[in-house]
């Protein structure tokens, strides 16, 4: 719920969730505060001063003391820390283990590294992250990086005035967010540094003293360092599966920068209630059906590359269409010929390519039944 809490609807002895940061302002006697209770916004800011609060971490706490209720601009609710609650994110399904040590490392404030295979929802999970804990995501794809200042500005070249070509240095999303991290420390960054394996491997090692204790990124506009502050989290993703083996490419030196994480597709239970959220007019059976398939294809020894989440969705694309009503068990062999197989090297019909062998997993699921 969305809606902002009243004053009259709090009362000293009732218990919230509500998730803290270190108090921004200067001085004051608590050292946590927070701004919602139970998700909604409170009236007035919540304080708390219990050493046990991890910034960033909801917890349950008790009302203690509402202080100069009458004054809509001043005063706060004081809180008693009860305990800490699981760390919940909306919408991405995550091994509860991984879930434990994601809540750990981002407590503790190191760079993660996701590491798992395409399509299992790293960007989506760095995503629910931000939006769990109040932080400003900032998107930024190291895919298109060559040179090591590619991550904090682009170099343009536009006419001047007189046509000389005159060159501007273009701030990238991630340089804006470290100047306005420096400025602004009651906002919280979440840069998401995504393909970091695919850039190239100089480029990366422009980013190393950003990713240490160094904590700082030489600012190629400013022609000196800037500093990386506290509440900026790097999370980085790499898509290891053994297709990319080749193209991995991270060093062991960049990588110990990081705490890796290793992902996975969620279990085939969990991946039917996502897809089911999503399609929410197909029925169960036909769901479960297309993502156990996806997994025997996934389990198959033969394949190496894999096929994501993005595969099993489009195929309820398809089987949801009006066009495909009444029809859909017929035509669920052809939606999977494109979306599953067309994956894949080579054709459906050749049984000598991936893709034939994709097929070869479908036919004979199909005939157990
Ligand atoms: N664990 C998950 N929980 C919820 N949704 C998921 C999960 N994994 C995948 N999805 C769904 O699958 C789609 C692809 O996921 P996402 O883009 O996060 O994968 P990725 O690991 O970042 O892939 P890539 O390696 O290609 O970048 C998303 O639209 C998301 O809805
Ligand atoms: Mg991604």
Same mark, same amino acid.
């Given at each position: 719920?969305?809606?902002? *809490? ?43 001063? +219990? ?13 203690? !003391? ?10 706060? %609710? ?19 283990v ?6 750990? *490392?981002? !407590? ?18 760095? /995503? ?29 070249? /536009? ?5 000389a ?24 960054? *979440? ?18 003293p ?9 600012h ?36 110990? /920068? ?15 209630? %996502?897809?089911? /959220? ?46 495909? !009503?009444?029809d859909?068990?017929?035509? *669920? ?5 494109s ?9 459906? +019909?050749?049984?000598?390519?991936d ?7 479908i ?7």
């Open positions: 719920m969305s809606t902002k *809490l009243k004053i009259e609807e709090i009362a000293p002895g009732q218990v919230y969730e509500a998730t803290f940061w270190a108090n921004p302002v200067e001085g004051n006697a608590f050292r946590f505060r927070a701004t919602h209770l139970d998700g909604r916004r409170a009236p007035k800011v919540v304080l708390c001063n +219990d050493s046990k609060i991890r910034p960033g971490m909801p917890c349950l706490v008790r009302v203690a !003391e509402i202080t100069k209720a009458d004054r809509p601009d001043r005063g706060a %609710i004081v809180v008693e820390f009860i305990r800490p609650q699981d760390f919940k994110l909306e919408g991405v399904w995550l091994d509860p991984i879930s434990k040590k994601l809540q750990i *490392l981002l !407590e503790s404030g190191l760079n993660i590294l996701l590491d798992g295979p395409q399509g299992c929802g790293k960007t989506t999970l760095a /995503r629910a992250i931000a939006k769990t804990l109040g932080m400003e995501f900032v998107f930024f794809n190291c895919g298109a990086v060559v040179e090591p200042t590619d991550f904090l500005a682009t170099i343009q070249v /536009r006419a001047s005035a007189s046509g070509p005159v060159t501007d240095f273009v701030k990238t999303e991630v340089l804006e967010a470290l100047e306005r991290a420096n400025e602004d420390s009651a906002t919280r960054f *979440l840069v998401f540094l995504d393909e970091f394996n695919r850039c190239h491997e100089s480029a990366r090692n422009s980013l190393m950003a990713l240490d204790a160094t904590r700082r990124v030489f190629p506009v400013k022609n000196a360092f800037i500093e990386i502050p506290d509440n900026v989290q790097f999370i980085a993703a790499v898509n290891r599966g053994a297709q990319f083996t080749a193209t991995f490419g991270i060093d062991a030196a960049q990588l110990d /920068r990081f705490a890796p994480l290793q992902m996975d597709y969620p279990p085939p239970e969990e991946e039917v209630k %996502i897809l089911l /959220r999503k399609h929410n007019a197909l029925a169960e059976p036909l769901v479960s059906k297309i993502v156990k398939l996806a997994d025997k294809i996934r389990k198959a020894p033969e394949l190496s590359a894999s096929l994501s989440v993005r595969a099993t969705d489009e195929a309820c694309v398809f089987l949801e269409h009006p066009l495909l !009503e009444g859909q068990q017929r035509m *669920l062999p052809e939606v999977l010929k979306s599953f197989c067309g994956r894949f090297n080579g054709r459906w +019909d050749d049984p000598h390519s893709a034939g062998a994709v097929w070869g997993v036919q004979s699921a199909m005939k157990e039944g």
